[in-house]
């Protein structure tokens, strides 16, 4: 026993782990409660001794009850460590960059709309599924519309969310109105379904004196403070990292509400995916992140942006919980998105989604897709994989929708774009003092220097200012 206590100089309660030349011992120390060091947290300690006492143990180890085990328990030596307890091994081991078998997608609905058996999903009312409907179709005539405005002048700059319906809608149906959305730029069917009207979206794009935004952002670079919507941005993934500082608001406040945030697969590639990963994880942030892979970040494919496994792997390495589904099945978005959303309010943690989906339309009004990818597999996804048409066949399966009621809906919403847009096209654009308003509460020195330049440049060349825009 003075043996024992001589050599056992650190912290024991049950047993140590040790090596003895090619063999691993575990001595099992039974002490005098007054020989008992106290151990941190409850935990055994690992460690080695020198050969010395290597050479001591093995001449008294009949005394000592040394126990040789066999080589698979090796892992049972660890350390504690900063973010859990690691254990040793003494083979070298790389981790594989992937997996032999992909990640698996989540899906409710085959291509023809039939569910797939065993599957399942939340259960969906009639009106709820109509309305998604509705929704959809809206956007998806409203996107037309206005990419014909813009290629008649008639607006600057617009983008599509062709193709990509089903997760605008189906999220938002599945999200609470007192979650605060960040998103990227594909996501104006959140604002849709909570109540944005069309003519508000119009005033938007058109920059007249009705748009909430006052004609300062680009068209498409939607906000509502009243829908919790919070303005678009173009620099990519900047509202991943202000994602995990609002949701980490709503945690300190005790709101039952998270944060959700957009991104497509290009913005995985910037380094905002990654530190907004982290520090949500890190301070537990209730926050949302949906990423729309369609596939393209502009002309960039996912082969040139990354080896992974798409983008669900990524939230492991973070410590986030993760899921992939079909981005074009209504009815998968709408289950995960409000499985995931409950999941991240209940356990105040973030939680990432992966949508496989396709961008059927061009990046922007300033890109032609068809110049890096084949007319052929646009078109397919167009067709065969377009969510609208999967989903209406759900619907229509229910006896909820008809072909007729489906000829009525079209016709009536392009009558009410139609309008929206010829009534913004002729409204006032908002005046030119609303450049300098809203950020400070006295305008100090070096914008009114600015003002007063751009007034005078104005007056010099009065000609080439837009007459629509009052002074």
Not at 83 to 100: H, L, Y
Not at 109 to 118: H, N
Not at 387 to 402: A, D, E, S
Not at 438 to 462: A, C, F, M, W
Request: aromatic fraction near 8%; hydrophobic fraction near 35%; charged fraction near 25%.
């Amino acid at each position: 026993m003075n043996l024992l206590t001589n050599i056992l100089k650190q912290p024991i309660r049950k047993s140590v782990l040790i090596h003895h030349r090619s063999c691993r011992l575990t001595l099992f120390a039974k002490l005098h409660e007054s020989l008992l060091l106290p151990a941190v947290n409850n935990t055994l300690f690992c460690f080695s001794l020198f050969k010395s006492a290597h050479t001591l143990l093995s001449q008294h180890a009949p005394l000592l009850n040394l126990q040789e085990r066999d080589a698979h328990n090796v892992n049972v030596q660890a350390i504690d460590f900063p973010g859990g307890r690691v254990t040793f091994t003494p083979q070298i081991k790389f981790i594989s960059e992937s997996t032999d078998k992909r990640v698996p997608c989540y899906r409710v609905l085959d291509d023809d709309g039939y569910p797939i058996a065993g599957s399942r999903f939340e259960q969906v009312d009639k009106e709820t599924a109509v309305k998604m409907y509705k929704s959809m179709v809206t956007l998806q005539i409203m996107d037309h519309i206005f990419y014909e405005a813009q290629r008649q002048g008639r607006i600057s700059f617009y983008m599509t969310s062709m193709g990509e319906e089903a997760i605008n809608i189906a999220t938002a149906a599945a999200l609470s109105p007192d979650d605060i959305i960040l998103p990227q730029y594909r996501e104006p069917g959140i604002l849709l379904w909570r109540g944005f009207t069309i003519e508000e979206f119009a005033n938007q794009c058109f920059g007249t004196k009705n748009d909430t935004g006052k004609g300062r952002q680009m068209p498409v670079h939607y906000g509502s403070k009243k829908h919790n919507f919070v303005t678009v941005s173009s620099p990519i993934a900047t509202q991943l990292p202000q994602a995990a500082g609002i949701a980490y608001s709503l945690k300190m406040d005790n709101k039952e509400a998270c944060a959700v945030a957009f991104t497509g697969d290009g913005g995985t590639s910037e380094g905002d995916f990654h530190a907004g990963l982290n520090f949500a994880a890190v301070m537990e942030a209730p926050v949302l992140f949906i990423c729309r892979n369609n596939g393209w970040a502009i002309s960039t494919p996912i082969s040139d942006q990354f080896r992974s496994d798409g983008v669900v792997v990524k939230g492991q390495a973070y410590g986030i919980r993760s899921v992939r589904i079909d981005g074009n099945d209504t009815l998968a978005v709408y289950t995960a998105v409000r499985t995931a959303r409950d999941m991240v309010v209940r356990e105040q943690k973030p939680i990432l989604v992966e949508a496989l989906t396709y961008r059927v339309g061009h990046h922007s009004t300033s890109d032609d897709s068809t110049k890096y990818r084949p007319m052929n597999e646009i078109e397919h996804w167009k067709t065969a994989r377009n969510p609208l048409g999967r989903f209406r066949k759900w619907v229509q399966r229910n006896g909820w929708w008809t072909d007729e009621e489906e000829t009525e809906l079209r016709g009536s919403i392009r009558k009410q774009v139609m309008n929206a847009i010829q009534v913004a096209d002729k409204t006032e654009k908002s005046s030119l003092k609303e450049l300098f308003t809203d950020v400070y509460d006295h305008l100090p020195s070096n914008l009114q220097d600015q003002e007063k330049s751009l007034r005078e440049t104005i007056k010099r060349h009065g000609e080439d200012f837009p007459a629509d825009v009052p002074l």
